[in-house]
């Protein structure tokens, strides 16, 4: 530094030389502690002799001169655990450890619609860079729940059992559960088709690489596609990868919110989410809890999904489904009981009815729909239950109907089960090409529950 001019200066003097001092010291910046790799495990890799905050990323020198990105996941003492974004291919004892000081954040506008992402935010369709100029936080604080609005207004999905007996709001948090072959990516395509919304956000977590292309190309097709983003992280995307894939488009989901707009988010699935959340917390040393899941699993849950829903100002809301793999068809699973739990409602898809040949195979006994008492008439829900109680009542006497053991007289309720069970199948049955809107969908349950009420006809001997 050197030293002010001698004499007595004037002040103006003075107030310059101090603002040359303070520039000198600005363009120093901050001093960062480089670090070294000492152990690597699976993807965890372990670095010492650097800091960084939990969620800091870092940068790996590798052999042939490139760095790889990692994220900082935990630490021990004066270890960090380190979990790569990508490739780790090169990587080597003692290798240099940069922290880098930045924020994970992602580029959001009206440049992202039509666009198909990966988990960091980068073009997946060989469609250019984003036209972006706005960058917003993977995470960000959550909404007062005392702020938000009520669901007040029905959705339509373009499925007639859902919206007439399942009815879904704007703003309301639906999970899709269901094994592997039932169903599940139809229905949630039909969904994605049919919704009248503004945005659709859809984030393919864990699947299967062959269904993004499925996707894009004929679920959506060029007309939803102008009006949709696709985050895309298959199964072969490292833990990571996975998780930041449904943290971006929950984001994403939130930049079209805040504009005001309907946003339709589809998170296909929650458990793939779940289970990338386990693995790196079991790769960093924390112990299992339930049936193989750490604590942290079921604290991520509901981080991800209460930043859905209807915003706490202007009319913008999330509408989101979360389809929830029921491994062995066990609806007790620990992640569905989780979602259960923390969602307003779940359809059932039911691989036995899937295997009778009726799809949309919804298990309507086992469904239900928290926010349908707020946003239907007294009307539709006597309809409604009416249906559930015909359906039921078949359903508990299947077996007994199905050998022939039930003698017709026994039970009225049952034997109303088994006279309109054909018209209750074709009710719940549609095609997959085919909308039913919200009118017609409740005009049609009106029809077939009128018929209950009328006597059967007689039998002529």
């Known amino acids: 530094m050197s030293a002010p001019p001698t004499g007595r200066p004037r002040p103006k003097t003075w107030s310059k030389y101090l603002a040359d001092a303070r520039g000198r010291f600005a363009d120093i910046g901050e001093i960062v502690v480089e670090g070294s790799l000492s152990r690597m495990v699976g993807m965890t890799l372990e670095a010492v002799g650097c800091e960084a905050a939990v969620g800091g990323r870092c940068l790996v020198d590798t052999a042939g001169g490139k760095q790889v990105e990692a994220e900082v996941v935990g630490f021990s003492g004066d ?193 793939r989410f779940a289970q990338a959340q386990r693995e790196i917390a079991l790769a960093i040393g924390e112990p299992p809890a339930t049936k193989g899941y750490p604590p942290s699993v079921f604290a991520r849950l509901p981080q991800l999904v209460e930043r859905a829903g209807n915003s706490d100002r202007g009319e913008g809301s999330i509408t989101a489904f979360y389809t929830v793999l029921v491994e062995g068809d066990d609806q007790n699973d620990p992640i569905a009981d989780a979602a259960r739990a923390i969602l307003d409602g779940h359809i059932v898809l039911s691989r036995r009815l899937a295997e009778s040949g009726l799809y949309p195979a919804i298990d309507v006994e086992a469904s239900i729909s928290r926010a349908m008492h707020q946003i239907c008439t007294r009307e539709q829900l006597d309809f409604a239950m009416k249906f559930k109680q015909v359906y039921s009542a078949y359903q508990q006497n299947r077996d007994l109907i199905a050998v022939g053991a039930y003698r017709r007289g026994a039970d009225p309720r049952v034997d109303l089960a088994v006279d309109q069970w054909p018209r209750v199948l074709d009710f719940l049955r549609q095609d997959m090409y085919e909308p039913v809107g919200m009118e017609r969908s409740l005009a049609d349950l009106q029809h077939l529950v009128t018929q209950f009420a009328a006597p059967p006809p007689v039998a002529v001997r």
């Open 79 to 271: 270890k960090l655990f380190l979990m790569p974004t990508g490739d780790i291919r090169g990587l080597m004892p003692g290798a240099r450890v940069v922290p880098t000081r930045s924020v994970s954040s992602v580029p959001v506008g009206e440049g992202l619609l039509g666009r198909v992402l990966d988990g960091a935010g980068r073009p997946l369709d060989g469609l250019g860079d984003l036209r972006c100029t706005e960058r917003m936080p993977l995470a960000r604080e959550l909404l007062n729940p005392l702020m938000r609005r009520a669901i007040r207004d029905p959705l339509d999905v373009g499925v007639r059992s859902i919206n007439s007996l399942l009815t879904v709001g704007g703003g309301q948090r639906i999970g899709l559960f269901a094994g592997s072959g039932v169903g599940k990516s139809v229905l949630l395509g039909m969904m994605t088709r049919y919704t009248k919304a503004d945005v659709t956000v859809v984030g393919l977590i864990g699947e299967r690489g062959r269904e993004v292309q499925d996707f894009v190309s004929n679920t959506l097709g060029p007309d939803g596609m102008r009006r949709a983003v696709v985050v895309a992280t298959p199964a072969d995307n490292p833990p990571l990868m996975r998780l930041h894939g449904a943290w971006l488009a929950t984001a994403i989901a939130e930049y079209f919110r805040d504009r005001g707009l309907k946003v339709l988010l589809l998170l296909d699935s929650l458990t």
